[in-house]
C-alpha cells in the first residue's frame, strides 16, 4: 500500500516550453501533496504543499506563476513548470500525505508522507 | 540556522560492519517528528525509520536503528550489518508539530558506501 506515482518519469524540452508533471496516489486518497525540487548532489527543497481544492501554498522564493499547482483530486497533483529554461532542469519529486485517520500502513503513522518516484527534467 | 543538520557528506564503510549516520536538529516545538530516507541513485526516496518526539523508546525497523537523544537533540542512524546495497544517499528529515501542514525540512544529507 501507500504507493505515489509521477508521470512523467523523465523529460526533456525545449526552452520556451510548458511541462506538466503529474501526482498520483494509487490506493490512498492524499489531501496534501508536496512538491519538492533536487540540484543534483543537493537536498531535497520544498517548493509546495498542494491542498485539494485550493490553492497551493508556495514556499518563499518560489515563482507561482512559474510552477503551477493543481490539486483537483484526493489522487492527483499537477506540477506545470511554464515557460521552461535551462536553469529550470531539476529532478522533482513528490509526496503525498495519507488523508484517512487511523489508516495504517505496516503500523506506520496516518499522516506520514509517501514519496513519489521523480521525474527528472532537462531543459535544452 | 539549520534546522536539521548532518554534518558528514560522505562516510565509508566494511560491508557487514555497522555505521552511525549523524543528524542534529533544532526546534522549539514540544510534538515533532524524526525521519530518515535513504535515497539510492535512481532517485527515490525510501522511508527507512521514524522517531516521534514523545517516543521514549529509540525506534528500530529491521537493521535500521534510531539514537534518540532528545536533550542533545540528535537522532543518528544505526545501520547494523552493512550491506552493499546500502550505498546510497541518506537524508534526515524533521516534521515539526506546530505547523500543521505536516512540511518535512531535509538535512543536506550524507553518502554512504559500502566497501566490499
Not at chain 1, 510552477?67 to 521552461?84: G, R
Not at chain 2, 542533545?72 to 541518506?90: E, P, T
Request: proline content about 3%; aromatic content about 12%.
Amino acid at each position: 500500500g501507500a504507493v505515489v506515482s509521477q508521470h512523467p518519469s523523465w523529460v526533456i524540452c525545449k526552452s520556451g516550453t510548458s511541462v506538466k508533471i503529474e501526482c498520483r496516489s494509487l490506493d490512498f486518497q492524499a489531501t496534501t501533496m508536496f512538491w519538492y525540487r533536487q540540484f543534483p548532489k543537493q537536498s531535497l527543497m520544498l517548493m509546495a504543499t498542494s491542498n485539494e481544492g485550493s490553492k497551493a501554498t508556495y514556499e518563499q522564493g518560489v515563482e507561482k506563476d512559474k510552477f503551477l499547482i493543481n490539486h483537483a483530486s484526493l489522487t492527483l497533483s499537477t506540477l506545470t513548470v511554464t515557460s521552461a529554461h535551462p536553469e529550470d532542469s531539476s529532478f522533482y519529486i513528490c509526496s503525498a500525505r495519507v488523508a484517512e485517520p487511523g489508516l495504517a500502513f505496516q503500523g506506520r503513522y496516518y499522516n506520514e508522507q509517501f514519496f513519489g518516484p521523480g521525474t527528472r527534467l532537462t531543459v535544452l | 540556522a539549520q534546522k536539521i543538520t548532518q554534518t558528514q557528506p560522505g562516510m565509508f564503510v566494511q560491508e557487514k560492519e555497522a555505521v552511525t549516520l549523524d543528524c542534529t536538529y533544532d526546534t522549539s516545538d514540544q510534538s515533532y517528528g524524526l525521519f530518515w530516507y535513504k535515497q539510492p541513485s535512481s532517485g527515490e526516496m525510501i522511508f527507512l525509520i521514524y522517531q516521534g518526539s514523545y517516543d521514549e523508546q529509540n525506534a528500530t525497523e529491521g537493521r535500521y536503528s534510531l539514537n534518540f537523544q532528545k536533550a542533545r537533540k540528535s537522532a543518528n542512524l544505526v545501520i547494523s550489518a552493512s550491506q552493499l546495497g546500502d550505498s546510497a544517499m541518506y537524508f534526515c528529515a524533521m516534521r515539526e508539530g506546530v505547523d500543521s501542514s505536516y512540511k518535512l525540512i531535509f538535512g543536506s544529507g550524507t553518502r554512504l558506501l559500502v566497501r566490499p
